[in-house]
C-alpha cells in the first residue's frame, strides 16, 4: 500500500500534516523521527519531515541519518523540517531575529514543480525564527519573502523539496495544492486509499488471523467502541464476546438503545451487565469529583473483570484506541485536571495472549466513516461525546437513585430541544447542582433544586466557547423542564467558557 512518512520532530502541526496528506486519499502515518530505521524509509513513497521548536544545530535537537536524501524517496522538509534538511546537505542555519517571521506573510515563488497550478504570489503562514541563511550545494531557492531569501529551496534532481511556511494550515492559501503537487507529482501518488479498502482489508484480516480464537471487547456504547465492534464483529460473528457494563449512570434510555442496536441489528454475541446497584453502593455518600471518578474506574474494572471470568481463557483483547491516542500516549503527562475515565486498566486483570486494536491508524473522522460503512446508526456514529463516569460528574454532590432520574429526565428535554431547533453545538447536556432555592408553583411555594444548561462549540474539546443558543431554545427547555420533571425549581444557563472552566461542572 502507497503510504507517506511523516517524521516527527516535534513539530504542532504533525496531527494535521498527516489529515492532509490522507484527505488526498494517501495513507499517511506519523513516527517519531528516533524510531524509524533508514532502511524502512524505503517502503515509503514519500517522507515529510515536520516542524519542531528546536535549533538544528544544538547538541541536542533531533536529527536523522543524512543518507535519507539519497535513497531517491523524496522529502518535503517543513519549517524546522526544511532547516533541518539544509543543515544535513551541508547548508547554513542560524537564529536572527531580524529574520524571523510569525503569521500570514507573503510568498513569491520560483518556478519549482511544488509550485504547479500556483500563483507567484499568494499569502502563507510562518512561525519561525531560525532560518536557512546559506543554502546547500545542489540546492536552488525557490522562494522568498520580504524578510527571508530562502523561504523555500529544491533540489529537483534528487527530489528535496524544503518550505519554511506552513502550507498544512489553511492560511497558507494554496498549501494544499503545494501538498498535492508534492504527493502525486513528486512522490508519484495514486490517491487510491479509501475507507472501504480500509473496512475490507481490515476485515479479510482479522478473519484469517482470529479463526477460532475468543475474542473480548469492553463495549462502552461510545463510538469508538461501537465501531471496533462491528468491524470485529464482522470478521469473526459470534467468537467476539462484547461486554457491556451497564453502570446506571448513561442518559435517559442510553442502555437500552446500545442493547437493541448491537444485539438486534448486528446479532451480536453481547452480554449486559446490570451493575447500577453495585456502583450506586460504592458511589454512596461521596461527594468529591476526583473520588468519584476513581471509583467508577475502578469498580467498573472488577465488574468487567467477574464477566471475563466466566468466559474463562481469553485470547485477544480489544480497545478502541485510535491515532491520536497513540500519537499522544508518547508525550509527556501534563497537569492532572481530571482522571479521564477509560477502560485502559482493563489489560491489567484481564488473562489474555493479545491485544488488538483495530482503529489505531485511523482519526476521529475516519473512524466515524467506517462506522457509516458498517451501518451502525448515525445516532451512535454522530454521538457527542460522553464522559465515562457518565451523569455521576454532572450530578454535583452525592449521587442518588432520586437525583439520577431527575437529571436524565431534565437532560433528555433539553437535547431534544436543543436538536429540534437545529442550533449548532458540539457537545450539550444538563448539570443537576446541589443547589435549593426558592420557587412558586400554583398558589405554594417550592423549594427545588437548579438545574444547569451547559452548551459548549470547540473543535477539539481542549478549549470551549460557550454557545450563544437562540433564547428560543432555552425558553423552551427551561419550561419544560421546570413543568415536567419533579422537584426543579430553577434553570440557569452556564455562559463560562473553557478556560477557565471546563466542559463538564466536575
Ligand atoms: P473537560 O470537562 O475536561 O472535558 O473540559 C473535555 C471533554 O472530555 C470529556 N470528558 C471525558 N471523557 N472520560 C471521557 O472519556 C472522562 O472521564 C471525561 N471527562 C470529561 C467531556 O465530556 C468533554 O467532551
Redesign the pocket.
Known amino acids: 500500500m502507497e503510504k507517506i512518512l511523516i517524521l516527527d520532530f516535534g513539530g504542532q502541526y504533525n496531527q494535521l500534516i498527516a489529515r492532509r496528506v490522507r484527505e488526498q486519499h494517501v495513507y499517511a502515518e506519523i513516527r517519531p523521527y528516533n524510531k524509524v530505521r533508514l532502511e524502512e524509509v524505503k517502503r515509503y513513497a514519500g517522507v515529510i519531515f515536520t516542524g519542531g521548536p528546536n535549533s538544528v544545530y544544538d547538541q541536542s535537537a533531533p536529527h536523522f541519518d543524512p543518507a535519507i536524501m539519497t535513497l531517491g524517496v523524496p522529502v518535503l522538509g517543513i519549517c524546522y523540517g526544511a532547516q533541518l534538511m539544509a543543515w544535513m546537505a551541508g547548508g547554513k542555519v542560524s537564529g536572527a531575529e531580524e529574520a524571523s517571521e510569525y503569521g500570514k506573510t507573503c510568498l513569491h515563488l520560483k518556478g519549482s514543480l511544488l509550485w504547479k497550478d500556483i500563483p507567484e504570489e499568494s499569502v502563507c503562514w510562518m512561525s519561525h525564527t531560525d532560518h536557512i541563511r546559506e543554502i546547500p550545494k545542489g540546492f536552488r531557492i525557490t522562494a522568498y519573502t520580504d524578510k527571508c531569501t530562502c523561504a523555500a529551496m529544491a533540489d529537483e534532481t534528487r527530489k528535496l523539496y524544503a518550505v519554511q511556511f506552513h502550507p498544512e494550515v489553511t492560511h497558507t492559501v494554496y498549501g494544499k495544492q503545494m501538498l498535492r503537487n508534492f504527493l502525486f507529482d513528486i512522490c508519484g501518488c495514486t490517491g487510491e486509499w479509501r475507507m472501504e479498502d480500509f473496512v475490507r482489508r481490515s476485515v479479510a484480516a482479522y478473519r484469517e488471523k482470529l479463526q477460532g480464537k475468543k475474542v473480548l471487547l469492553a463495549l462502552s456504547g ?1 463510538v469508538d467502541s461501537s465501531v471496533a465492534a462491528v468491524l470485529l464483529h464482522k470478521a469473526i460473528g459470534h467468537n467476539l464476546v462484547c461486554v457491556f457494563v451497564d453502570h446506571g449512570l448513561l442518559r435517559k434510555d442510553e442502555a437500552d438503545f446500545v442493547e437493541r442496536t448491537f444485539r438486534e441489528k448486528f446479532d451480536m454475541n453481547l452480554r449486559r451487565v446490570n451493575a447500577q446497584d453495585r456502583f450506586l453502593q460504592k458511589l454512596s455518600g461521596v461527594t468529591e469529583p476526583e473520588k468519584k ?1 476513581k471509583i467508577i474506574g475502578e469498580e467498573f474494572i472488577r465488574v468487567f473483570e467477574d464477566e471475563a471470568k466466566k468466559l474463562g481463557k481469553v485470547d485477544v483483547l480489544v480497545q478502541g484506541t485510535i491515532y491520536p491516542d497513540v500519537i499522544e500516549s508518547g508525550a509527556g503527562e501534563a497537569s492532572v ?6 477502560v485502559g486498566g482493563l489489560p491489567d486483570v484481564i488473562a489474555f495472549d493479545e491485544i488488538l486494536e483495530p482503529l489505531r491508524e485511523l482519526f476521529k473522522d475516519e473512524v466515524r466513516e467506517v462506522g457509516t460503512q458498517l451501518g451502525l446508526p448515525k445516532e451512535l456514529v454522530w454521538r457527542q ?5 457518565g451523569l455521576a ?1 454532572r450530578i454535583i454532590g452525592e449521587i442518588t437513585q432520586e437525583k439520577l432520574d431527575t437529571l436524565r429526565e431534565a437532560d433528555a428535554i433539553f437535547r431534544k430541544e436543543l436538536e429540534a431547533s437545529g442550533a449548532q453545538s458540539n ?1 450539550y447536556f444538563a448539570v443537576l447542582t446541589d443547589l435549593r432555592s426558592v420557587g412558586v408553583k400554583g398558589d405554594a411555594r417550592t423549594y427545588g433544586c437548579t438545574v444547569v444548561l451547559r452548551s459548549v462549540t470547540t473543535d477539539d ?1 481542549m478549549t ?1 466557547e460557550w454557545t450563544r443558543l437562540p433564547y428560543e431554545v432555552l425558553e423552551a427547555a427551561s419550561n419544560r423542564i421546570t413543568n415536567e420533571v419533579s422537584g426543579v425549581s430553577r434553570v440557569v444557563y452556564d455562559i463560562t467558557s ?1 478556560p477557565p472552566a ?3 461542572w466536575e
Not at 385 to 389: D, E, I, K, R, S
Open positions: 461510545g471518578r485536571i481530571k482522571s479521564h475515565h477509560n461525546p460522553f464522559p465515562g463516569p460528574v457537545q474539546f470551549a473553557k471546563t466542559v463538564e
